[in-house]
């Protein structure tokens, strides 16, 4: 595309958008949110109106002409080496589907710049991107995203750099997503289970800096990240049983690997140089010591000469100290590498071969299926493996053959020696072919998967949209709030408004997230004073962690007060608390962090200044952990719409901090409303990602007569751990922005100024503003 002024690709895009050309729109509005992010919550929006009228006509297009106007790409996040083998078989699955495909992906220097050679020549449209600054990663992805509109993007492998790439085309084009499970990713980078974006920001405050994307922490996150798209698919049962989702095998085209028969045997060895009485047992994929290549080769050294054995490999090696070893194994004319062959060769170099052997060991081997042992049973080759999970369909089945461990060399003899008996195991080989990896087997079953996750396309989650945090920062907020806005248009704000509340009831709504251990100090603190009212808590867990999940169930179950709210991810704070207003029953509110600790008497006190209509909303005295007042209210400046603090850092027991009294506005920390007044204003504004919503509230609630002010309740003291949350300073700059875009002009915010220059509220505030600059 061309270079634009600043602003410009916004103009291009609203006039191709209203010239109904989504795609052009999408494009543009796409280049301007990186090239120009300071107009994101402008550009943000109108994507999403583009994406989904893109997407609207994209489904009518379907309709009417079926699977070959759906534009599939399929994903490797490593295209440079033996990982995008499944990326061929989904790749060839799709196509043969009816579907239209594209393969996109990533290419690491530490594993080649080059595509792996099996692919080079393969006849389907391919693009990547060499990831030489991985902290680029982001922006090339996403412009790799804004040249290839897609329907569904099938991504190989759950690899950091797939996960963003989703999120791309999920934000760019509306794009329905699976992620193709085919090995334990976990296994590659020594890891024992997934980390959840909860886990980490407890753990380290934040998500890792845009580096090692493929390694350890990265791919833990990115395996956690798996299900949260539009389906899963996997290469067998083992790995069904761990992520669920769809079985989509290894399949293969039955037409394209015959049984070899003798003539055809003959002519490939004499094409390739083999001697044509050689009992030829091969090997066919990546070499790793896990795959058994040394003990394969000890056995076909034991061979008898008579029967001229050959072990040949084909594969790069990438340990050379495994092909020493396999080198020292073997007399020289016994042992042919091949190195990595195009994939258009594969049938020509399995009839090479009169015996496969497919070995493996250890945690990856535990889930993966070889992506060669299709291959091998549709040239009705004998197939000797392992007893591993992966493969117990083939061998119940009797499509494969056991290796006998104990006497691998003496199977092998025998094997070799008898051509009926290597004869009736290829029937059998293509038999297990033909009913478990043949295309028509396949097919329906990744066809399936493909339909569900076009049927109902999910938006991305807060958790994914996270990953945006650390990947491209200044993108963040803006889709968090977008995403946080679109759930929040789910509740009923009519009907809660009109519903009956009991009168004598508080209703304690406290949003949890991060250290669970501030959970459980809440609650049993909530618990173990005496009130002065009747309340129920309602705990909405934003953190669905177990240690999160057990603390809060074991304080339900101890006290029939407290109820649990369970959203399907982190609602953050705004939409949160508004989660619980609406599971809550009485007509008064108060919202109270988990991170508050409360004393003897502080809901009635608090709740008292309710009793004038002139009060609009009330809280405590914070004071920090460090016996200093934290906050008495909220004040602004002259000129300054952006509120803070009042009292910050005072002698709680100076005559000032104890005095009752009006102030602007109030900090949600610990806030009470009444909560008619809630619905009437629908709540928290959701447009706040974790800062200002709660000034924002009181705010609305001072447009309304007749309130006027709000109100400290200086006879209530309630300690507040301030920022306790993982990440909660995180969106600083876009909350601010959206406050003051809304309130820096008007009459409310010039009362409330007025207010703050009131002789009381400006010694509260003393030292507290900070200057215009």
Excluded at 602 to 615: E, H
Excluded at 649 to 666: H, I
Aim: proline share 8%.
């Amino acid at each position: 595309m061309p270079a634009h002024a600043p602003g410009a690709w916004l103009l291009t895009g609203n006039r191709a958008a209203r010239q109904g050309q989504w795609t052009e729109a999408i494009r543009a509005y796409g280049r301007a949110l990186l090239e120009d992010p300071a107009l994101a919550r402008v550009l943000s929006g109108n994507l999403e109106r583009a994406r989904r009228a893109h997407r609207a006509c994209r489904d009518e297009e379907r309709r009417q002409r079926g699977p070959e106007a759906c534009s599939v790409v399929v994903w490797g996040s490593e295209l440079a080496h033996n990982a995008a083998g499944r990326v061929i078989t989904l790749a060839e699955l799709h196509r043969a589907n009816g579907h239209r495909v594209e393969v996109l992906g990533s290419l690491f220097p530490a594993w080649g710049r080059e595509l792996w050679p099996p692919m080079r020549g393969w006849n389907l449209p391919l693009a990547s991107v060499l990831v030489e600054q991985e902290e680029l990663f982001f922006k090339q992805a996403w412009r790799l995203a804004l040249e290839h509109p897609v329907d569904l993007l099938h991504i190989s492998k759950p690899r950091l750099p797939g996960i963003v790439f989703g999120l791309i085309c999920q934000l760019l084009w509306g794009a329905s997503v699976l992620v193709d499970v085919d090995d334990e990713e976990l296994a590659f980078v020594a890891a024992d289970a997934p980390l959840s974006v909860d886990e980490q920001k407890r753990e380290q405050g934040r998500l890792p800096e845009p580096d090692g994307l493929m390694g350890r922490r990265w791919t833990r996150l990115a395996v956690g990240l798996a299900g949260r798209f539009d389906g899963v698919t996997v290469s067998g049962e083992a790995l069904q049983a761990r992520y669920g989702g769809r079985i989509v095998r290894h399949g293969r085209d039955g037409r394209r690997f015959a049984p070899v028969s003798a003539a055809g045997r003959a002519e490939a060895r004499r094409r390739w140089g083999l001697p044509p009485r050689a009992r030829v047992v091969l090997f066919f994929g990546t070499p790793r010591r896990h795959k058994g290549l040394l003990e394969t080769a000890r056995a076909v050294a034991a061979l008898p000469d008579r029967l001229e054995p050959l072990f040949l490999v084909v594969g790069r090696f990438e340990d050379p100290t495994l092909l020493e070893e396999l080198e020292a194994a073997l007399p020289p004319d016994r042992l042919r590498c091949l190195g990595d062959q195009p994939l258009q060769r594969g049938p020509d170099l399995l009839a090479l071969a009169d015996v496969v052997l497919l070995l493996g060991e250890g945690p990856i081997a535990a889930f993966q299926t070889p992506a060669k042992l299709g291959d091998a049973l549709g040239a009705a080759l004998p197939v000797l493996v392992s007893a591993t999970p992966p493969l117990a369909p083939f061998l119940e089945r009797g499509a494969v053959q056991l290796a006998e461990c104990s006497d691998l060399a003496g199977q092998l003899e025998r094997l070799l020696a008898d051509p009926a008996a290597r004869a009736r195991q290829g029937e059998r080989a293509r038999a297990g072919f033909e009913a478990l990896i043949s295309h028509p087997v396949v097919r329906p079953e990744l066809g399936r998967a493909v339909e569900g996750a076009l049927a109902a396309p999910q938006d991305p989650g807060t958790a994914v949209l996270a990953l945006l945090e650390s990947l491209a920062p200044r993108l963040a907020a803006p889709f968090l709030s977008r995403r946080l806005l679109q759930l929040a248009r789910g509740l009923p704000w009519r009907s809660l408004l009109q519903e009956p509340r009991e009168a004598e009831l508080v209703s304690v709504v406290i949003p949890a997230y991060g250290d669970p251990a501030e959970l459980e100090g809440c609650l049993s603190c909530l618990r173990g004073v005496p009130a002065g009212a009747r309340w129920e808590a309602i705990a909405v867990l934003n953190d669905r962690s177990p240690e999160s999940r057990h603390v809060a169930e074991r304080y339900r179950r101890a006290d029939q007060r407290i109820r649990l709210v369970w959203p399907e991810e982190n609602l953050h704070f705004a939409l949160g608390c508004n989660l619980g207003f609406a599971a809550s029953r009485g007509a008064q509110l108060v919202f109270l962090n988990n991170d508050c600790r409360v004393e003897p008497g502080w809901l009635a006190r608090l709740l008292a200044p309710l009793a004038q209509a002139a009060v609009a909303a009330v809280q405590p005295r914070l004071i920090g952990r460090d016996g200093r007042v934290q906050c008495l209210g909220v004040g602004f400046a002259a000129g300054h719409p952006i509120g803070h603090p009042l009292g910050s850092g005072w002698d709680p027991q100076s005559a000032e901090a104890c005095r009752p009294g009006a102030v602007p506005a109030v900090s949600g920390a610990c806030m009470a409303v009444r909560a008619r007044d809630f619905a009437t204003v629908r709540g928290f504004d959701a447009t706040y990602v974790n800062g200002q919503e709660d000034i924002d509230l009181c705010l609305r609630l001072l447009e309304r007569p007749p309130r006027k002010h709000c109100w400290l309740a200086a006879d209530v003291s309630v300690v507040h751990a301030e920022g306790q949350a993982p990440g909660r300073y995180r969106h600083v700059r876009w909350n601010r922005r959206c406050f003051a875009g809304r309130w820096a002009q008007g009459s409310v915010m010039a009362a409330v100024q007025s207010a703050a220059a009131e002789p009381r509220v400006c010694l509260l505030a003393a030292g507290s503003y900070p200057n215009s600059s």
